[in-house]
């Protein structure tokens, strides 16, 4: 049982929450909330890692796994020694998770997923009673994820699971929501809350065009009745000019005049106020979304349009042994969609990055061809410990206007003074719509997308408008990507499973 009285949490200067109550029961239960809303906050404030007002208990004993974490210069056997000297309950799933390392590798030269697998091994050899998990799946191969999935369905112990993985969160008994600095418990499956959260946001959606409409309606409403009223009092200045209407009544219908248009101008410029104010709160309730526009006409890639070719090639560890058993020879042509398949430590950000033309790390053998098309690159590593605004980080590569460019960062959900905060305070998903729009606001367009693992961090609204955009855009696109849904959705060709060239 958690259980949370008077709770209040504020970062950065800003109230996450206020006066939070919540009694939250065993099982495992998904912290669900839109990027940027305070869920690894949340987890922080329930480790003790993070100053808060009010009481928090959490029964048993409570372990983390962070979203992020820096890397130690030890190998993989430095760490897992020890794990079994503790001797911990859950030692065949520890194993499963652990198998495919190599105890001889440093750290720094894992994958994300491996690395990840190794930092969750490290959290259950504690034995806890609790389990506070921060996107776990994030970079975890198709193995990893079901290996996950299947553990949080048989332990007895309790989860929190922030996550916007829509197949991992089928596991989850319950929802806790963190919207709008309130914590609310849903006794409901995520897919139940997911398509009530559907309806929720269709529902603002209309209302907030219904208002826009009002809004301009009671404004053209308030201009027709000040010029009926300017049409009435030029009328009477025509006949008293004519001199057949007594002064007494001149003065009478002048000052009439007057009163009833100080009288429309209250009436109406109140209505105009409270239509536009209606409109304001419900703008200011809708949950920030990704709105990539594009110009399709900037975007041209022919069908015949060679994007890569590479013949034998296969990349060197450094003792200079080749990872692959065989060379890779392929050749991508026109506006398709890839996707690079294979688990984790396969080699798929490695290919990316050679077809991307930026460093690897390691060498490959081979011969390759690359053409020039015009190239962005979203990384897997999105840590971006940057100490400059979003404003300054995006205009370090765009030629654009302040004003512009707060307009475009709009579409990307981020609003108001998002655009003035440090790089380095961002969320995870609020990372990634950064880098979106630092890659997509270019003068010229990308030609060609390489998106490494793009909806890691991204919550729900943000991951169906992404998965929304990418369905328009019109380039050639090769992605890696272990979640099957967004694959799917994009209708991504399976290109090649690295997984058979694994020696």
Request: hydrophobic content about 40%.
């Amino acid at each position: 049982m958690i259980s949370i009285k008077s709770f209040s949490l504020e970062k950065g200067g800003k109230s996450l929450f206020s006066d939070q109550n919540l009694n939250l029961p065993n099982g495992v239960t998904a912290v669900i909330g839109p990027n940027g809303a305070g869920k690894s906050s949340l987890l922080d404030a329930l480790m003790r890692e993070h100053p808060f007002l009010g009481q928090v208990e959490l029964s048993g004993k409570a372990t983390r796994l962070l979203q992020h974490e820096s890397r130690p210069e030890r190998s993989v056997s430095e760490l897992l020694d020890g794990i079994w000297s503790k001797a911990p309950v859950e030692g065949a799933f520890i194993a499963a998770l652990v198998s495919s390392l190599s105890p001889q590798a440093s750290c720094l030269s894992l994958s994300g997923g491996e690395w990840l697998r190794l930092r969750l091994s490290l959290c259950l050899a504690e034995n806890p009673d609790w389990i506070l998990l921060d996107e776990p799946s994030n970079h975890l191969d198709r193995e990893g994820r079901a290996l996950l999935a299947k553990f949080l369905g048989d332990w007895r112990g309790s989860v929190l699971l922030v996550s916007h993985d829509r197949e991992l969160l089928q596991s989850a008994h319950r929802v806790l929501e963190v919207l709008s600095g309130r914590l609310r418990l849903f006794e409901l499956s995520a897919e139940d809350y997911f398509q009530a959260a559907r309806e929720e946001r269709e529902r603002r959606e209309n209302n907030l065009l219904e208002a826009g409409r009002q809004t301009k309606k009671v404004a053209a409403e308030k201009q027709q009745e000040l010029e009926r009223q300017d049409r009435r009092m030029a009328n009477g200045r025509r006949k008293a000019e004519r001199g057949d209407m007594p002064r007494i009544l001149k003065g009478r219908l002048k000052r009439q005049a007057q009163q009833t248009q100080g009288r429309i101008d209250r009436t109406t410029s109140e209505r105009v106020s409270i239509a536009e104010k209606n409109f304001d709160q419900l703008w200011l309730s809708q949950i920030p979304e990704i709105r990539m526009r594009l110009d399709p006409e900037a975007i041209v890639v022919s069908p015949g349009r060679q994007i890569f070719h590479a013949e034998g090639i296969r990349p060197l560890g450094p003792d200079g042994i080749p990872l692959w058993k065989e060379g890779l020879s392929f050749t991508l042509r026109g506006p398709g969609r890839w996707v690079i398949r294979g688990k984790n430590g396969s080699g798929k950000s490695l290919l990316l990055k050679l077809i991307a033309g930026i460093e690897t790390g390691l060498p490959f053998e081979g011969a390759w061809t690359r053409s020039p098309l015009r190239a962005s690159f979203l990384l897997q590593e999105r840590t971006m410990a940057k100490d400059v605004s979003v404003l300054d980080w995006i205009r370090e590569e765009i030629e654009i206007t302040e004003e512009e460019l707060r307009n475009r960062l709009a579409d990307f959900g981020l609003f108001k003074d998002d655009p003035l905060r440090s790089v380095s305070t961002l969320s995870g998903g609020e990372k990634v719509r950064a880098s979106l729009a630092r890659l997509m606001l270019r003068k010229d367009p990308p030609e060609l997308l390489l998106l490494d693992e793009p909806t890691n961090d991204l919550d729900l609204a943000n991951l169906e408008a992404l998965e929304k955009a990418l369905r328009e855009y019109p380039g050639a696109m090769i992605m890696i990507s272990h979640d099957e849904t967004f694959v799917k959705n994009l209708k991504a060709e399976e290109w090649i499973d690295l997984d058979k060239l694994r020696r």
